[in-house]
Structures are given as C-alpha cells and as structure tokens.
C-alpha cells in the first residue's frame, strides 16, 4: 500500500470564484473572523506579508475536538484562481511526511462558482489514517466564508 495519496472534494458555492481566490491570496487575516464553525481560529504572518507569494504564515485550527498550528508557505496560481498552501511545520508533521492542499475556484455563468480542493499527503507510516479530516477542516473553511459572503 502507497504511503501517498490525493483526496479532492469538489462542490458549489455561491459567491464569485474572484471573492474566494482574493480573500486567500491577500486577505487571509479576515479568514478567523468568518469562521462560524470555529475551524480556524487564528492566522499570522511569520515571514513576508499578507500578500506576497512565498510569504509563510502560521494558522490556529480546531478539528473534531483537536486544535492545531499548520505553518506553510503560500504559492498563487491567479489564471486558474488557486492557492497552494505547502506546509512546513505543525501537528499534522506528527502524522505526515508531506502535505500541500490546494484551494480553486472556478467561476460559473450562472455568477456561483466551484471550490475544488485537493489534498496531497505522504503518510510516516503505513498506519497512519488518511486525512480525511483535514478535507472536511478545508471544506468548513470554505462553506463559512461563502455563508459570509452571502450576508456581507
């Protein structure tokens, strides 16, 4: 059995892919204050700026009862709307070798749009668990900024 793997969920949201892909790329700080399911609880810069590629940032996260830091290091694809997150440190590096999720959003002529998520992982062991919470984590994320964006 491969100690690598790739989950992807894909739904639809309702605001435009644009709102999604820039409150990701360069106002990630707002992030804690839309989360109505309380999955991310913190963000910050530790090295470079909101919106530089490259820049690294440090996020809070509480999943099923855990909480957590994911430290990564942010790469923006603006023609097909994605943001790729490469982590570097944090509790999921007890679990995993490597794990890069990757956020896009695909906009639909009906003015709603598609969140398109991946998750690339490679696992320390053989008994380690797929990281399914970590899709449904990414998944909340996105589910309470559209609720936001909605109301705003």
Same mark, same amino acid.
């Given at each position: 059995?491969?100690?690598?793997?790739?989950?992807?969920?894909?739904?639809?949201?309702?605001?435009?892919? #644009?709102?999604?892909?820039?409150? /990701? *790329?360069? !106002?990630?700080?707002?992030?804690?204050?839309?989360?109505?399911?309380?999955?991310?609880?913190?963000?910050?810069?530790?090295?470079?700026?909101?919106?530089?590629?490259?820049?690294?940032?440090?996020?809070?996260?509480?999943?099923?009862? !855990?909480?957590?830091?994911?430290? !990564? $290091?942010?790469?923006?694809?603006?023609?097909?709307?994605?943001?790729?997150?490469?982590?570097?440190?944090?509790?999921?590096?007890?679990?995993?070798?490597?794990? *890069?999720?990757?956020?896009?959003?695909?906009?639909? #002529?009906?003015?709603?749009?598609?969140? $398109?998520?991946?998750?690339?992982?490679? *696992?320390?062991?053989?008994?380690?668990?797929?990281?399914?919470?970590?899709?449904?984590?990414?998944?909340?994320?996105?589910? #309470?900024? #559209?609720?936001? /964006?909605?109301?705003?």
């Amino acid at each position: 059995m491969s100690l690598q793997g790739k989950i992807e969920a894909e739904f639809e949201i309702t605001a435009p892919a #644009d709102k999604f892909y820039n409150i /990701f *790329k360069s !106002e990630a700080h707002h992030i804690p204050n839309t989360s109505q399911t309380g999955t991310i609880t913190g963000v910050a810069v530790h090295e470079g700026d909101w919106e530089t590629e490259g820049s690294i940032k440090i996020w809070s996260y509480s999943i099923e009862g !855990e909480v957590g830091t994911f430290k !990564e $290091k942010v790469e923006h694809d603006d023609v097909n709307k994605a943001i790729i997150v490469n982590g570097l440190e944090g509790d999921v590096f007890q679990y995993y070798k490597t794990f *890069k999720g990757i956020y896009q959003f695909i906009q639909k #002529d009906d003015g709603s749009s598609i969140a $398109k998520l991946t998750l690339e992982y490679e *696992k320390l062991s053989e008994e380690v668990a797929v990281p399914d919470k970590y899709v449904r984590l990414m998944t909340n994320l996105v589910k #309470d900024l #559209d609720a936001h /964006f909605v109301k705003a």
